[in-house]
T-cell receptor, first 112, second 114 residues
Framework: QKEVEQDPGPLSVPEGAIVSLNCTYSNSAFQYFMWYRQYSRKGPELLMYTYSSGNKEDGRFTAQVDKSSKYISLFIRDSQPSDSATYLCAIGSGTSYGKLTFGQGTILTVHP | GAGVSQSPSNKVTEKGKDVELRCDPISGHTALYWYRQSLGQGLEFLIYFQGNSAPDKSGLPSDRFSAERTGGSVSTLTIQRTQQEDSAVYLC????????????FGPGTRLLVL
């Protein structure tokens, strides 16, 4: 079993839809949680970063962490075609020099 | 300011040849990471540098893989005697000082071993 599991999709939604992306993890030592977006043939770019359980909102994006269930989510409201990308969850432990453990990535397509 | 840069962007090589991949981190960043992204896989950690030393090499898949960092800046990942299973995108990231700080990624080097 991988330390971080993410449904690879692909996920296809119409413009304006609410998108929910999810990851589960197994290691209780994980302390910080990130979502990266990766466009085709580009490097990942950080979207959201949180340390604690609960919700964190940034514009159309909301990151949700439930440490008791070892479950993290990213919600995208009013999705746009420009949101079409691969979304990667990444989780880190405070004892591992910042080494990140990534999910497989979910391929999202938002069609007009 | 300039982000993380990597070269070459693409590399095609024959099985058995050695390759070198280069990473230029963001200026002033002391922490540097190499990851590998294979088709259908997430990013896999390879190695972490703090300055010129590598306290965590636990992700290097075999002794054919090595990396160094000089002057606390540029890093080179070397793969000797390449195999077809080494085909992947090799990504480099840097952060200001390691730990839980944001990692900034380069565009990657796409390696194809024929």
């Amino acid at each position: 079993q991988k330390e971080v599991e993410q449904d690879p999709g692909p996920l296809s939604v119409p413009e304006g839809a609410i998108v929910s992306l999810n990851c589960t993890y197994s290691n209780s030592a994980f302390q910080y949680f990130m979502w990266y977006r990766q466009y085709s043939r580009k490097g990942p770019e950080l979207l959201m970063y949180t340390y604690s359980s609960g919700n964190k909102e940034d514009g159309r994006f909301t990151a949700q962490v439930d440490k008791s269930s070892k479950y993290i989510s990213l919600f995208i409201r009013d999705s746009q075609p420009s949101d079409s990308a691969t979304y990667l969850c990444a989780i880190g432990s405070g004892t591992s020099y910042g080494k990140l453990t990534f999910g497989q990535g979910t391929i999202l397509t938002v069609h007009p | 300011g300039a982000g993380v840069s990597q070269s070459p962007s693409n590399k095609v090589t024959e099985k058995g040849k050695d390759v070198e991949l280069r990473c230029d981190p963001i200026s002033g960043h002391t922490a540097l990471y190499w990851y590998r992204q294979s088709l259908g896989q997430g990013l896999e950690f390879l190695i972490y540098f703090q300055g010129n030393s590598a306290p965590d090499k636990s992700g290097l898949p075999s002794d054919r893989f090595s990396a160094e960092r000089t002057g606390g800046s540029v890093s080179t990942l070397t793969i000797q005697r390449t195999q077809q299973e080494d085909s992947a995108v090799y990504l480099c990231a840097s952060s200001a000082s390691g730990g839980g700080e944001t990692q900034y990624f380069g565009p990657g080097t796409r390696l194809l071993v024929l």
